[in-house]
């Protein structure tokens, strides 16, 4: 599974690298440029549009060109409609190697993302071993030590969770491999509560009622796992969070008495200034929006946010309404094919039965914390995001007699790879100006930092304004 492997090998070095933001924007482009390169070197393009959402989608796709070119800064806008359509190309790739080697393929391909976890999740561990010696108080930051903001962490876990919390479904208890799933697991709910990702946990809470309502009985033990991992998180908290420093002698996080207090303090924290502006600017720009990624411009003066914070904000904003009534019926369409393939499987195939589970609660947990954060925007969850849908849809093909196989014309093929290789050149020519300054960390111009303010706000760069 070579693409699939790629991937996971880019969340991998994101987890280490010590640039933040600007340098995980760069190997994510990075990734989708080579994984571009790969398929039009080998000559074998995946059928884009030819799925029952695939007139919606490729509608979606032509909407957000129309808004580029009459927008502010059309390189800026193409940047963002051509990240999003080789994140999609890359979710297909996934697909197509999952439908061809079965279940057991996207088994495997998550257990190499939650072994990328896993290795990630020991920063933390030497961190917090190094500070008990030292007595050294933790630092909420210790828990997304490569990460420009702790939020994109959580955005990261909203992703991966479910699908961590499916290995300790699946794997048998003779398994080496099972005792570090269920830590794993354990840990992700941990550093959840240790830095307040109220988003992650909404997301989580709506993916577990999805399950709870659509799979019914078939959900009691994807459910009954989620639980024990929260008991176990909870368990971590309290002993290696609070009585540990205790006993240490030096002060604990206490961060659910903070987020308690932050979210009576003001629920939206913040968030109702950028979703006024995103509603100016949908009746501003109804049909085709104020251009892909720019909010960042037209909410620059506000120096809150360069995004809504709201997945549907941000493309009825930014893309239109027609293109975000496009992007819902492709989402129905999933939704749809989802619960149809787990109605049609046999009640004991408790395997398939739990990857669906899992499979839903993924979903609502992406789109529920992606109506309160910037899950669809940061590198890291983008990258997560694809792995998940490219397991979505190779697990859908791969349990549905009714998925045809069928190979595009050569028409078809041609159209697909003129738009594969325009959108790798797109991002190309997007980040080449300021790829070597961000890459090595240089001062941000005087232009940059007026607008950023003294402070960053994230879309494309770290320093997000333009």
Same mark, same amino acid.
Do not use: E
């Given at each position: 599974m070579p693409f699939g492997t790629l991937l996971c090998l880019a969340l991998l070095s994101n987890f280490f690298t010590t640039g933040g933001h600007d340098r995980q924007r760069l190997a994510g482009i990075a990734v989708l440029v080579v994984a571009a390169l790969a398929v039009l070197a080998a000559r074998q393009i995946p059928p884009l549009f030819q799925s029952p959402a695939g007139k919606p989608l490729a509608l979606f796709f032509f909407l957000g060109i129309l808004g580029s070119i009459r927008a502010f800064s059309p390189v800026y806008a193409l940047f963002e409609v051509s990240i999003f359509f080789l994140l999609y190309l890359v979710a297909l790739l996934i697909a197509g190697e999952i439908a061809r080697g079965g279940v057991m393929s996207m088994l495997a391909l998550v257990q190499v993302m939650a072994l990328a976890c896993a290795l990630y999740s020991l920063q933390f561990w030497v961190a917090y071993g190094a500070g008990y010696v030292l007595h050294i108080p933790l630092d909420i930051g210790d828990f997304a030590l490569p990460f420009g903001n702790i939020r994109f962490f959580n955005h990261l876990q909203t992703a991966t969770l479910p699908l961590l919390i499916l290995l300790c479904c699946v794997t048998p208890r003779?398994?080496?491999?099972?005792?570090?799933?269920?830590?794993?697991?354990?840990?992700?709910?941990?550093?959840?509560?240790?830095?307040?990702?109220?988003?992650?946990?909404?997301?989580?809470?709506?993916?577990?009622?999805?399950?709870?309502?659509?799979?019914?009985?078939?959900?009691?033990?994807?459910?009954?796992?989620?639980?024990?991992?929260?008991?176990?998180?909870?368990?971590?908290?309290?002993?290696?969070?609070?009585?540990? &420093?205790? %006993?240490?002698?030096? +002060?604990?996080?206490? #961060?659910?008495?903070?987020?308690?207090?932050?979210?009576? =303090?003001? $629920?939206?924290?913040?968030?109702?200034?950028?979703?006024?502006?995103?509603?100016?600017?949908?009746?501003?720009? &109804?049909? %085709?929006?104020?251009? +892909?990624?720019?909010? #960042?411009?037209?909410?620059?003066?506000?120096?809150?946010? =360069?995004? $809504?914070?709201?997945?549907?904000?941000q493309i009825a904003s930014e893309w239109g309404i027609p293109a975000f009534l496009c992007l819902s019926a492709c989402l129905a369409h999933a939704g749809r094919a989802l619960l149809r393939v787990g109605a049609g499987l046999v009640p004991a195939d408790r395997l398939n039965q739990a990857i669906c589970n899992a499979l839903v609660a993924g979903g609502g947990a992406i789109l529920v914390d992606g109506l309160v954060s910037g899950l669809f925007v940061m590198p890291q969850s983008q990258l997560a995001i694809a792995l998940y849908l490219g397991c979505a849809i190779g697990w859908c093909r791969a349990n549905s007699v009714a998925h045809i196989r069928a190979g595009a014309t050569s028409l078809q093929r041609a159209c697909a790879g003129m738009l594969i290789a325009a959108a790798a050149a797109c991002l190309v020519i997007a980040v080449w100006p300021d790829a070597v300054a961000r890459y090595q960390g240089d001062p941000l111009k005087r232009a940059q930092e007026a607008l950023n303010a003294g402070t960053n706000w994230p879309r494309l760069w770290y320093a997000g304004f333009f």
């Open positions: 003779a398994s080496r491999l099972r005792p570090m799933w269920w830590c794993l697991s354990a840990y992700w709910w941990m550093a959840i509560l240790a830095t307040s990702g109220r988003g992650t946990l909404a997301g989580m809470a709506a993916g577990c009622i999805c399950v709870a309502a659509l799979r019914r009985r078939h959900a009691f033990p994807y459910l009954k796992t989620v639980a024990l991992t929260v008991a176990f998180g909870l368990l971590g908290y309290v002993l290696f969070l609070v009585v540990i &420093p205790t %006993l240490a002698g030096v +002060p604990t996080l206490d #961060a659910i008495h903070y987020a308690v207090d932050r979210t009576a =303090a003001d $629920p939206a924290s913040g968030r109702g200034i950028l979703w006024h502006r995103a509603l100016d600017l949908i009746l501003q720009h &109804p049909l %085709l929006g104020a251009g +892909p990624m720019h909010f #960042a411009h037209n909410a620059s003066d506000l120096h809150i946010g =360069a995004h $809504p914070h709201d997945w549907i904000m």
